[in-house]
């Protein structure tokens, strides 16, 4: 300040100070401090300086942003060229549809290494591709009952562990004509065992609420004669350690159970494969995509199909019991991803059902 008055006299006054890194002196890294200082000889002289001062600061910040989008562009790019150009539309129809850009850019190099420049240049290259990409939807026939058959419903909260369970519950018992029991696990929620005992009292069948994991293993002793035993569980913070480890002790008390792993399909991809992990430590047999009424894109499920190594058995597609669930079909869910709301098949199906034909 001292220098600056010296400088410019007795009235002068800092106007900017920025401060600048990088410089280095005999190997050593310094800061140092840029100032900007005048004399106010008026309002309107001081509001010029710091609005050059707000125009350069904008321009850096500007030549900033440009250096970063041209960064983050040219990765991009470069994947893109490495597709035969009549791949490329479909890679972005895929990406619109919610796809991660790696899974679909994996999925079409690998057609494309499969195919003949013939191939590649076929009018109706469409139809080739969506029978490719039906090569990844991984889905698996459902649930068989009898001999005594245990499946435990596992997944985060509000998912709709309770009420599928009611649902496969219902499906079983009036329509198939089997003998179901069901056992619940879900002690942190009063409201949740008193929803299961209404679907049990409605279906007509057993129902146990067990507090331990050596309850539980009594209790599937006791529904030995049971075609279909079906377990509830607690929805539950897949990062809590802790509580994945009291589900696993309860699951762990017979190597009988088959575990599905229940997935909202509108959760973020990178989180639904988190999720998956944190369960995989109790062994997942099967996956159920839950709520895909409420989505509004479905590349989720072929972003699970391609990286993870267990089958879908189920979806899940509102909340009426016993309706809204339908064994996972591969073509119905690749017409998802692709057709989005106009793939949605239960739509169309309720509509048929309404007139009296059911062909589908």
């Given at each position: 300040?001292?220098?600056?008055?010296?400088?410019?006299?007795?009235?002068?006054?800092?106007?900017?100070?920025?401060?600048?890194?990088?410089?280095?002196?005999?190997?050593?890294?310094?800061?140092s401090l840029e100032v900007i200082a005048g004399v106010e000889e008026s309002s309107s002289s001081v509001d010029s300086a710091k609005l050059e001062m707000i125009r350069w600061e904008l321009k850096e910040l500007k030549d900033a942003v440009k250096t970063m989008g041209f960064k983050a562009?040219?990765?991009?790019?470069?994947?893109?060229?490495?597709?035969?150009?009549?791949?490329?539309?479909?890679?972005?129809?895929?990406?619109?549809?919610?796809?991660?850009?790696?899974?679909?850019?994996?999925?079409?190099?690998?057609?494309?290494?499969?195919?003949?420049?013939q191939d590649l240049s076929d009018q109706n290259i469409e139809d080739s591709l969506i029978k490719h990409v039906l090569r990844y939807a991984d889905v698996f026939g459902g649930i068989t009952a009898g001999d005594n058959k245990i499946v435990a419903f596992i997944g985060p909260t509000g998912?709709?562990?309770?009420?599928?369970?009611?649902?496969?519950?219902?499906?079983?018992?009036?329509?198939?004509?089997?003998?179901?029991?069901?056992?619940?696990?879900?002690?942190?929620?009063?409201?949740?065992?008193?929803?299961?005992?209404?679907?049990?009292?409605?279906?007509?069948?057993?129902?146990?609420?067990?507090?331990?994991?050596?309850?539980?293993?009594?209790?599937?002793?006791?529904?030995?004669?049971?075609?279909?035993?079906?377990?509830?569980?607690?929805?539950?913070?897949?990062?809590?350690?802790?509580?994945?480890?009291?589900?696993?002790?309860?699951?762990?008390?017979?190597?009988?159970?088959?575990?599905?792993?229940?997935?909202?399909?509108?959760?973020?991809?990178?989180?639904?494969?988190?999720?998956?992990?944190?369960?995989?430590?109790?062994?997942?047999?099967?996956?159920?995509?839950?709520?895909?009424?409420?989505?509004?894109?479905?590349?989720?499920?072929?972003?699970?199909?391609?990286?993870?190594?267990?089958?879908?058995?189920?979806?899940?597609?509102?909340?009426?019991?016993?309706?809204?669930?339908?064994?996972?079909?591969?073509?119905?869910?690749?017409?998802?991803?692709?057709?989005?709301?106009?793939?949605?098949?239960?739509?169309?199906?309720?509509?048929?059902?309404?007139?009296?034909?059911?062909?589908?």
């Amino acid at each position: 300040m001292a220098r600056i008055k010296l400088d410019l006299g007795p009235e002068a006054k800092i106007l900017f100070v920025k401060e600048i890194t990088g410089r280095r002196f005999f190997r050593k890294s310094v800061k140092s401090l840029e100032v900007i200082a005048g004399v106010e000889e008026s309002s309107s002289s001081v509001d010029s300086a710091k609005l050059e001062m707000i125009r350069w600061e904008l321009k850096e910040l500007k030549d900033a942003v440009k250096t970063m989008g041209f960064k983050a562009q040219a990765p991009a790019v470069a994947k893109d060229n490495m597709l035969h150009p009549s791949l490329r539309d479909f890679k972005e129809k895929l990406c619109e549809a919610g796809v991660e850009e790696e899974v679909a850019l994996d999925i079409l190099k690998d057609f494309q290494e499969r195919s003949t420049e013939q191939d590649l240049s076929d009018q109706n290259i469409e139809d080739s591709l969506i029978k490719h990409v039906l090569r990844y939807a991984d889905v698996f026939g459902g649930i068989t009952a009898g001999d005594n058959k245990i499946v435990a419903f596992i997944g985060p909260t509000g998912v709709g562990k309770t009420t599928t369970v009611a649902k496969l519950a219902a499906h079983f018992s009036l329509m198939e004509r089997k003998r179901v029991a069901f056992i619940t696990i879900d002690t942190y929620r009063i409201a949740a065992v008193d929803q299961l005992k209404t679907y049990a009292e409605i279906i007509g069948i057993p129902i146990e609420v067990v507090f331990n994991p050596q309850e539980l293993l009594a209790n599937l002793n006791k529904n030995k004669d049971k075609d279909l035993i079906l377990i509830d569980t607690a929805g539950s913070n897949p990062f809590d350690a802790m509580r994945m480890e009291d589900l696993k002790k309860f699951l762990g008390q017979s190597p009988n159970i088959e575990t599905h792993l229940l997935m909202n399909i509108s959760t973020r991809p990178e989180d639904l494969i988190e999720i998956y992990n944190c369960y995989n430590v109790m062994k997942i047999h099967k996956v159920i995509l839950t709520k895909l009424d409420e989505a509004k894109a479905y590349g989720n499920i072929l972003n699970l199909s391609y990286k993870i190594d267990r089958p879908i058995s189920y979806v899940t597609t509102g909340q009426n019991v016993p309706d809204d669930i339908e064994i996972a079909d591969a073509y119905h869910l690749m017409q998802l991803v692709l057709k989005g709301e106009e793939g949605r098949w239960w739509s169309k199906k309720k509509e048929l059902e309404k007139q009296g034909n059911l062909s589908l």
